[in-house]
Each structure stands twice: as C-alpha cells, then as structure tokens.
C-alpha cells in the first residue's frame, strides 16, 4: 500500500476510481440497452402468442394502451384483424397480495371475452408451490370462462375456481387477476359502444 | 504444481462457502435448482476475478485510509456489467437471479479476497486467486443446488430421475430445506477436508 | 392504517427476512453466539436499515430517475450504506463504547449485511412510496433481530448440551436454522 496519503491525494485517487467507473458503465449500458429492450419485447410477444394462441390471424401493436382497474395499472393489446377489427385482447394486470407480493399476469381473451389462456410474466411465488399457476394443470380450467358463467374466487370462498394444493393465496391472487382481466374488457367494450 | 494445490484448497479444504462460511446469503436463496446455482457460481467468480485483477493492479495507488470505499466502488462496477451484461444475454437466468445479481456486491467473499489477498499479492497469482475461489465457490452452490433439486423436484439439469407426478420431499426447495441442507453438506465436507489433509 | 399493520406482520413473521428471504445470513452466522451481541447487532441493523431505507428512497426518486442513471443504482446505494455504517461506528464508539468494543469486526461488516442491500433495492421494486419504505424497512430490520435473538438464545443453551461431534459448530447452526425456517413457515397463514 502507498506510504504517503495526504488528503489531495485520497481525494484525486477517489475522484479517478470513481470516474472511470461511471464511464466504463455509461459505455456498457449503452451497448446493452438495446438488447435488452429487444428481450423484453420478445418476452411480451412470445407471451401474447400463447395467450391469443386459439386466434389465427391477428396483428398487435408493439407498445401497449394503458388503463387502469381498481386502481391497478394495466397495459393491455389490442389484436386486430387484417380488417382492422379488434378480434381479441392480450390484457396484462397486477396478481393483488401474492404470496411474495404482486405479480404481472397476461390474460388472452377473445372478442367475446371469453378467456383463451394465461401466462403469467413475472413472479416470486414459491417454487413447487405458488408457481403450479404457471402449470398446465391449473391453466386449463381457465379457458373458455367469462365474466359472467363463473363465480369468480376460489372454491374455499364460495367460487368455481380449484386452488392449488398448499398455495391458497398465490391461487387467489391469480383468480383475482383473471377477474380483473375480464373487468378491463368489459370496461373496454363499454367505451367502444358508448 | 502450485495451481493444483490452490484448486485442491478452495474446493475443498477452504472452501469459500463449506470452510469459511462466507456468501452464504445468495448460496442458500438460488441453489433450489443446479443450474441456478452454477449461473449464479460463474457470475460471481466473472466479478471476483475482475474485481481482483484490478484491485492487484491499483493495490500501489490506493491510499489505506480509502481502501474499502474504493474496493467497493470497483466490485460494484463489475457487478453492474454483469448485471446488465446478463439481461442482454440471458434473459431467462437473469429473471430467476433476480434481487441477487446486485447483492453479489456485498457477498463477503469477494470483499474477503479483495482484502486478504489481492492488495496484497501480485496480479497474476490474485488472478489465480480469483478464478480459484470464483470456481470453488460455484462448485458448492453446484453441489448443494443439486441435492437440493433431486430431493426436491426429481429432476436435475433437465435429467429426469423420475416421473413429475411422483410425490418429491418439496421442503427442500423451500428455505428450510436450504438450511438444513447446507447442515449436511458441512459435515461432509468437513470430513473430506479432514481426509485430504490427513493424507498428506 | 391496516395495510401498514399488514406491511409490519409480513415484514417481521410471514416473509421474515433471514427465513424466508435468505438476506443477512452472514452476520447471523457470525453474532449469533452470544445473546447480548446479538441484541446489539439487532439495534445497530435496525438503525442503520431504516435510515438507508429513507435516504436510498430520496436518492432513487429524487436524482437517479431523473437523470437517468439508474443502472447506477448499485453502486449508489451500497456507498450510501457504506457511509452510514461508518457514522453509526464513530457514534457508537463515543455513546456506547462498550458495546462498539463486543460488536468488533462485525460492525463495519453491516455494510456487507446483504439484508439492507436487499431491503433497499426491494422498496423500489415494490414501487414503494416514502412512508412505506421506511415502516417495510424497520419491521425487515425488527424481523432480522427477532430471528438473531431467537438463534443465539438457542446457541447459547446448546452449549452446555451434548451434540454429536460431528455437527458441532456450523453444522448444527444450519441444522437449527432450518428447523427455525420450518417454525416461521407456519406463519403464512397469519396474513389473510
């Protein structure tokens, strides 16, 4: 280690580390932004493919519309025909109180508002618990439901949801997002009529 | 061979997470599968051996009083490198790593080493040191991620042990199996370090 | 009001920051052999958690957002929490030397405590607003010391106990800690 420290020199050494640090990481986050926004955007596309998977043709914009339900941001994409008639949603919405806090869930859902599947975007749920809401078997009984054929909570609080085994709350938090989902559509389509 | 002797330390007898229980925070939160362990393992070991080298290099400039602020300046630079290198490149595994790719800057080993051994010693040898402690490190997340996982979800690295439906000891993905599992590991290790050095 | 009483019972049983988030281990590991240290540390953490809590807030909000720089964020908040630590070590050497003298090396090495780290970058995650920043930051800190305490009142008695040589040390340490994971794991009934 040096023998002399005056303070000028603690100062100017600091000064330089810290200069050199912030340049070098400009330079790198520069390099990777792009790459990262292209990531997240395939993400989302690769998501909206799975969640509209039973429409055929169909178009989505890249950036959302935003809107908001219960006081919870959503950002949804509107998929349109070649016509350029909406033939379905792609809706990402808040799951409320998780398990591990709120996650960010897409539901797909025809013009009608009939669910076409889920996918869920981002979560800290348990593993081999909580992240079963990612799973086929729990997925499936979501397809083909609306607004208004199904009471919309789990079995345990009066509704026709099956929770997952040992992940109640993570369950919930899901069925409340899909209700959500399906709340944003109706608000939707009462805009559009309007 | 000086290189093998170094290795055989910090795999075994001074492991960074089994011998000195440093890092333990990322090593129990990521290991519930091996491939998490071992990403995380080889980030880790990328900003341990640069932050080493650079620290070696500048070990002459840096004035004592400031060591520890600048020691951190430099990690935490290469963490966000790899940090954003990683959302870049692997996506996926950066998701799953998630809160723990910034906390790598205040895992104890790198700031450990950094002190121990690299303001002290020349570049090439806290390079070793680097890639040496880097690389035992990710092999004890290896092996504890991979317990973990077989116990767990049946499976390891993709390689099925057996059917998904079949009833799996779950506890050991969750925290507490991370623990008492890490308990295990100890003793074990403990004993093989006991044997290597006694069979010298 | 509730959802800050929620926050608090989350923060310090069901998503306990030792047990569940894995934050603040090593220091646990280390100050954990005796009660009084431990209790110590518990203080000395939940002081310097909540202050970082509130300045790494300001700092994030105020200058990193709006000058873009938030890839630095890291690099940030680790020498803010750096310096705190620094000044809680030249308080504490003049208010209570005793206890500067029993924490030792452990005190410097809260900057290395993940567990604030951790906390901070999880508030803004969260998308947290001031006032729950700060009560998310003491009830993780108030969680850690309650599971500090709980650990070295345990230690402590195993002392005068026979364990198996073999598991003596940090093998048992784990061991218990899992056990203890397991306990805390029952709470996740408590919030709804």
């Not at chain 1, 069925?175 to 389509?189: D, E, I, M, N, S």
Request: one cysteine or more.
């Amino acid at each position: 280690m040096a023998k002399e420290e005056s303070a000028l020199k603690v100062i100017i050494v600091l000064v330089v580390i810290s200069f050199a640090s912030a340049f070098l990481l400009a330079y790198v986050n520069q390099v990777t932004s792009g790459p990262i926004e292209e990531n997240k955007k395939a993400e989302t596309k690769k998501a909206i493919g799975i969640v509209l998977n039973t429409i055929s043709d169909y178009k989505c914009q890249e950036i959302p519309e935003e809107t908001e339900i219960d006081d919870s941001p959503v950002r949804y994409f509107p998929a349109k025909s070649t016509d350029g008639k909406i033939v379905g949603y792609a809706i990402i919405v808040k799951g409320p109180n998780g398990f591990s806090n709120d996650f960010d869930m897409m539901v797909g859902m025809d013009s009608s508002g009939t669910i076409i599947d889920t996918y869920v975007l981002d979560h800290k749920e348990t593993p081999g618990l909580g992240d079963g809401m990612t799973k086929e078997k729990f997925k499936k009984q979501f397809r083909g439901k609306n607004l208004e054929n199904t009471k919309w909570s789990v079995k345990k609080d009066g509704g026709d949801i099956d929770a997952l085994t040992a992940a109640t709350i993570t369950s919930r938090a899901f069925t409340a997002g899909v209700k959500r989902a399906l709340l944003v559509f109706k608000k939707l389509k009462e805009g559009i009529n309007a | 061979m000086k290189i093998i002797e170094k290795f055989k330390k910090t795999f075994f007898t001074e492991n960074p997470v089994t011998g000195l229980l440093l890092g333990l925070c990322p090593t129990l939160a990521v290991t519930s599968s091996a491939k998490n362990g071992i990403g995380m393992g080889l980030a880790t070991a990328f900003v341990l051996t640069g932050s080493n080298l650079v620290i070696s290099m500048l070990k002459n400039i840096i004035p004592n009083k400031v060591r520890i602020p600048a020691f951190i300046v430099v990690i935490a630079t290469f963490v966000t490198i790899v940090d954003m290198s990683l959302q870049a490149t692997m996506f996926e595994l950066h998701k799953t790593l998630g809160l723990f790719i910034p906390l790598i800057v205040v895992n104890c080993i790198i700031l450990g080493r950094a002190e121990a051994f690299a303001s002290k010693n020349n570049v090439w040898d806290s390079f070793i040191d680097g890639i040496a402690n880097g690389l035992g490190f990710t092999f004890a997340l290896f092996i504890l991620g991979s317990i973990r996982e077989i116990l767990g979800s049946g499976s390891v690295l993709g390689f099925r042990f057996w059917p998904e439906e079949y009833r799996t000891i779950l506890v050991f993905v969750l925290a507490p199996g991370a623990f008492l599992t890490l308990g295990f590991m100890l003793v074990g290790m403990n004993k093989i370090s006991k044997l290597l050095q006694g069979g010298k | 009001m509730a959802q800050y009483a929620l926050l608090i019972i989350g923060a310090i049983f069901v998503n306990n920051v030792v047990f569940t988030k894995f934050l603040g281990i090593c220091p646990y590991m280390g100050v954990s052999k005796k009660l009084d240290t431990a209790i110590g540390m518990g203080m000395a953490v939940t002081f310097v958690l909540t202050m970082a809590g509130a300045i790494t807030y300001i700092i994030q909000y105020y200058i990193l957002v709006p000058i873009k720089i938030e890839y630095l964020q890291t690099i940030v908040f680790i020498l803010v929490i750096a310096s705190l630590v620094q000044f809680v070590e030249i308080v504490m050497k003049k208010v209570a030397p005793a206890l500067y003298k029993a924490l030792g090396i452990f005190l410097p090495l809260i900057t290395t405590n993940c567990a604030i780290l951790g906390i901070a970058i999880l508030s803004v995650q969260s998308k947290f607003d001031f006032i729950m920043t700060v009560v998310f930051s003491f009830a993780s800190a108030v969680g850690f010391g309650v599971a500090l305490i709980l650990f070295a009142g345990i230690r402590e008695a195993l002392e005068t106990r026979d364990v198996p040589k073999v598991f003596v040390g940090s093998p048992i340490a784990m061991i218990i800690a899992g056990i203890l994971a397991m306990a805390f794991m029952g709470f996740s009934g408590m919030v709804k």
